[in-house]
């Protein structure tokens, strides 16, 4: 059983730099893939960024160059720090975890465990 938490949302202005992050519970973390989804008003969750166990990681294309996804596995925490944020960046975060821990899972129906979310909002 794995428990998750995300921090770190917020109101930012464009352009600007927003760190979220997500704590885990469980002694077993280390082997867990984990991973970031948001979902904005009126449309469906989408992949953000995946990490595995290894430390390899995986972006969606919209946010490659922009957001850097790490693990600490001493901690337990996975974070997201999000650089140029737009607009279209706006949307509920969601951290989440999987047992396939040798994969950049980019699914949302490949993970087990999910958050309750964070809101980032962006401003003009």
């Known amino acids: 059983q794995v428990q998750l938490e995300e921090s770190g949302g917020g109101l930012v202005q464009a352009g600007g730099t927003l760190r979220l992050s997500c704590a885990a519970s469980?002694?077993?973390?280390?082997?867990?893939?984990m991973g970031w989804f948001r979902q904005a008003p009126g449309k469906e969750r989408e992949f953000v960024a995946a990490?595995?166990?290894?430390?390899?990681?995986s972006y969606a294309d919209s946010v490659k160059g922009r957001f850097t996804i790490s693990r600490d596995n001493v901690k337990n925490t996975v974070a997201l720090l999000m650089n140029s944020l737009q607009s279209e960046d706006a949307a509920v975060y969601y951290c989440?975890?999987?047992?396939?821990?040798?994969?950049?899972?980019?699914?949302?129906?490949?993970?087990?465990?999910w958050g309750q979310g964070t809101r980032v909002t962006v401003s003009a």
């Open positions: 989440a975890a999987t047992k396939q821990g040798d994969m950049e899972a980019v699914r949302a129906t490949q993970y087990f465990y």
């Open positions: 990490i595995a166990r290894s430390g390899s990681t």
């Open positions: 469980g002694r077993t973390f280390a082997n867990y893939a």
